[in-house]
């Protein structure tokens, strides 16, 4: 291995360089090829988006900080929805009196999504105050029609016709699921026609998409498909419906509602598909083991795979958007983008949570929730959300992988002979190839033990019977003097979470164990020059452990510098001891390049600055526990060949 790879390092390539080894490939290793010079697919990044609920956790400060960093991450989070948004907007008046609205704690919540470049899937969700009984009557309807309309023109308001243009509008969510909606079908219709007429009033180029049904196939969306199918109704934007499973059963699951929708209503084929809540398995709030490391980032990249094969190469779908629900505030088991670091018990509810379905505790409003708030805490990136950064070097041309066994389509789902290990490869813009590879085991979700945070002895069998190889046989490659650089995420590479398990599970990390915890939570980085292209020809072996994803780029020399950082600020809040914990963000000028990011830091005092970050930063945000007042940052862009920008202007803490 070239010394570029440090020997910690050197175990997760496994060989990449190995150009024209003759080896027979076993059980679980696969020989695929890529012919960069064949015909390609558009490739949109349709997943970049996270939601959770309620919609008061985004008046916590622990949110604020949450959203700061989704916002930052490398491609960011396009799109953010929350449940019972219109909860938070409290009405008086009625009656022979003219209506009032309290909008302030509606405003803060979005507010704290718009300002970090999020949009919205905007839900209709929710009875501000109690104020509507129902939709049976046409005085009831009415009412609702108004109250859309006031909505809507509040947003357009504050927010711009341009920002909100770009929002997804939807129905309440899982109408289908009686704790989520109490009045029926016939009125859930009747509160569908009033809201999208009610949002046409202030902007006939919005629209509204749904039914973001719960249930397979229910009867709500057949009528709800029924409904919106008739002579004078307005189509829906997208059409959304909620599968949690892993992938391969999740494209089936979507698949029979194209295949219903194409045989029973033929004039809605053509209408944008939504998942909303891709997630593996119901309930954000048990703990599952999974959840804390790599497999739950081998998920999603998978499930971007499967859709890719089945939903859009396969059926032709104009596949809007992949979410997973995962936005919510939490430990490492729970369904979360971070692991939360409370003061003593990490698990203590806060004010604001909803329970372990995400449900809103029936009954109880701002004012009636006793728990505590969020106010020393520390949050740390987990592998599910440190894969968002490598999706987002893929580039907008996606290429056939050729020869992993096919799937097999069953009445519930797809299986192969090779249900755990994929590759997807794409070039960039700036001709640059990428090429991203997962394993993610096949295993049972669920072990039985929703409190442990360990596999079962089955599971861990599993998971030593899934670990494989990947042969890439690349061709129609037009690059000059390449370079070639590796990110992974595994057991060990970006997966905190196994770090903390050696630090003994500490309940309250000490500042220096949190730092450590920061570096630990990027994905390992490490680049070779050494690389021969012959005749547009390049064979690569990859390793992949279980529970894995590497991202593999090869480009050529950059033609310009790796750009200027913009806009550096910082946020401070109480870490976990009380210490003050400063969140660095910024902005920067190539933000899509090849490119990471360097924190540099002079203690106060002092005006000689030293690098700070150890590991690599692909995203646009860093912490620095128990920072000190008048600490001085700044921050510079460098590129995958180790060219260097400019600093950014100095901030003090």
Known sequence: MNKLFPKALKRSLMALL???????????????????????VPFEPYWKSSGLSPSDLLLTKDMEISLKH??????????????????????????GTQIRYDWARFDKALDNIVHNGIHLVFEWMGNPSAYFQGYKTEQQVALWETFVEDVTRHLVDRYGSEEIRQWMFETTNEADIHPFWEHGAADYLRYFDATNRGMRKVDASLNLGGPANGRFMSPLLKMTLEHVDQPGK??????????????????????????????????????????????PIGG??????????AWHAAFFA???????????????????????????SGTWGQRTQYARFLRGDNSTPQKGSGDEGGWKPFGQSDKTDTRPETQQFFLIKKPVQ?????????????????????????????VSDNPNIGCMA?????????????????????????????????????????????????????????????????????????????????????????????????????????????????????????????????????????????ALSRTVHLGIHGESTAVLDWKSTNESGLIHYEVHYARPGSSEFKQLSRATLLDRSWVHANAKRGGQYKVRAVDFWGNKGEFSSVVTL
Not at 240 to 269: F, G
Not at 284 to 293: K, L, M, Q, T
Request: with cysteine; net charge negative; proline share 6%.
């Open 426 to 566: 794409t070039r960039r813009l700036d001709q640059a190839v990428a090429l991203l590879c997962y394993n993610k085991p096949e295993m049972s979700l669920n072990n039985g033990l929703q409190e442990q945070m360990e596999p079962s002895k089955k599971q861990r069998n599993v998971w030593k019977r899934q670990s494989g190889k990947v042969r890439l046989n690349l061709a129609g490659l037009n690059l000059e003097n390449p370079i070639l650089a590796e990110l992974r995420l595994d057991n060990k590479d970006g997966n905190a979470y196994e770090l903390w398990k050696k630090m003994g599970s500490p309940e309250d990390p000490s500042a220096k164990q949190l730092q450590k915890l920061v570096e630990a939570q990027e994905p390992s980085f490490r680049t070779d020059r050494k690389v021969a292209i012959d005749n547009g020809a390049l064979q690569l072996d990859v390793d992949l452990p279980s529970a894995s994803v590497s991202l593999i780029v090869l480009s050529s020399a950059p033609k310009t510098g790796p750009g200027d950082i913009t």
């Open 302 to 328: 998978q499930s971007i795979d499967a859709h890719n094969q089945v939903m859009i190469d396969k059926l032709g779908v104009d596949y809007k958007l992949l979410s997973n629900d995962h936005g919510f």
């Open 18 to 40: 190995m150009m024209g080894a003759a080896a027979s490939l076993a059980d679980n290793h696969y020989k695929v090829s890529v012919d960069f010079s064949a015909p390609s």
């Open 70 to 95: 989704m916002g930052a991450t490398r491609g960011g989070t396009e799109f953010f929805r929350p449940h019972y948004i219109l909860d938070l907007i409290e009405i008086t008046g009625g009656e």
């Open 386 to 414: 440190s894969v968002m950064s490598l999706l987002d070097f893929l580039g907008p041309q996606r290429y056939p992988v050729e020869g992993f066994p096919e799937y097999r389509q069953l009445v519930d789902r797809y």
């Open 284 to 293: 954000w709030g048990v703990p599952y083991w999974w959840r804390a490391g």
């Open 234 to 279: 307005t189509a829906p934007e997208f059409l959304s419906s909620h599968y949690k499973a892993t992938p391969w059963s999740m494209v089936r699951l979507e698949e029979w509602k194209v295949d219903y929708i194409r045989k029973h209503h033929p004039n809605l084929k053509t209408i944008p598909f939504v998942n909303d809540e891709a997630d």
